[in-house]
């Protein structure tokens, strides 16, 4: 899709901030394969997310989108091929044709331009209508996915987990903290380990990277999503 630098809307609402626990520490680096007789939380069954860690995380990723300054729209992000404009409007895109579907409507095509002159209003409002429709929908429908057909519960998980690796990739282009609550990052590690444990990555994940044990669930979650910890703006993705 074609790159533009947009301007910050003059005038909008501030996202509120999720609120996160402090990380555990731990005293040795290990790569993200290691195994312990002690599961950690990762590794345990993964719970359903209720619409409300969803919106804690939309939340998050809005102050992000919210903190983007206006030399930064086409600057690289952990996406090969995407820019931060791009990032953004994926999640825009998702957001949107995940509410399309809970309405039986057309979702908008994956290469639409959904940002106009106004990206961080664009994210804003696909974020309250999605949580909107699952308030008023409930639990979404079985459907095809990237990792075969999901239940609704579990297409629900894969929101989150798109949202989480996306914000991650957000945070480290632009030069922000993520502020995702830690349970919420560390139920979605679960979920995403029990589906790509076993199966293969194709050309929607990478393999996963090492990472220290120590490091922040945000971080592992995005090394077992095949993120390299360290990535910064001018390193290959």
């Known amino acids: 899709m074609p790159v533009a630098t947009s301007p910050r809307a003059a005038s ?8 996160g626990s402090s990380d555990s520490r731990r005293a040795r680096p290990r790569s993200w394969h290691d195994r312990r007789m002690t599961p950690r939380p990762e ?3 993964s719970a359903p997310v209720t619409t ?3 919106a804690q995380a939309l939340s998050a990723v809005g102050a992000l989108v919210d903190g983007v300054r206006d030399d930064q729209w086409s600057d690289q992000t952990p996406c090969a091929d995407w820019t931060v404009r791009d990032l953004i409007n994926h999640l825009v ?34 974020a309250a209508e999605l949580v909107g429709s699952l308030d008023r929908s409930g639990n979404a429908q079985a459907a095809p996915g990237p990792l075969g057909v999901s239940t609704g519960a579990e297409r629900v998980q894969l ?14 282009a632009t030069g922000q903290e993520v502020g995702f609550p830690e349970d919420v990052v560390e139920q979605a590690l679960v979920f995403v380990r029990g589906r790509l444990d076993a ?14 044990e120590d490091a922040p669930v945000v971080d592992r979650f995005a090394a077992f ?13």
């Open 159 to 172: 929101r989150l987990a798109d949202l989480l690796a996306h914000g991650w990739d957000l945070a480290r």
């Open 52 to 54: 409300e860690q969803l």
């Open 225 to 237: 999503l095949g993120r390299p910890p360290e990535w910064t703006p001018g390193l290959k993705p």
């Open 199 to 212: 199966a293969p990555r194709a050309d929607r994940f990478g393999e996963a990277r090492p990472v220290a």
């Open 93 to 126: 895109q998702v957001n949107e044709s995940f509410s399309a579907q809970l309405h039986d409507r057309t979702p908008p095509g994956p290469d639409a331009d959904l940002l106009g002159d106004d990206p961080v209003g664009a994210y804003r409002r696909s």
């Open 43 to 45: 590794q345990r069954a």
């Open 12 to 19: 909008r609402g501030r996202v509120p901030q999720a609120v």
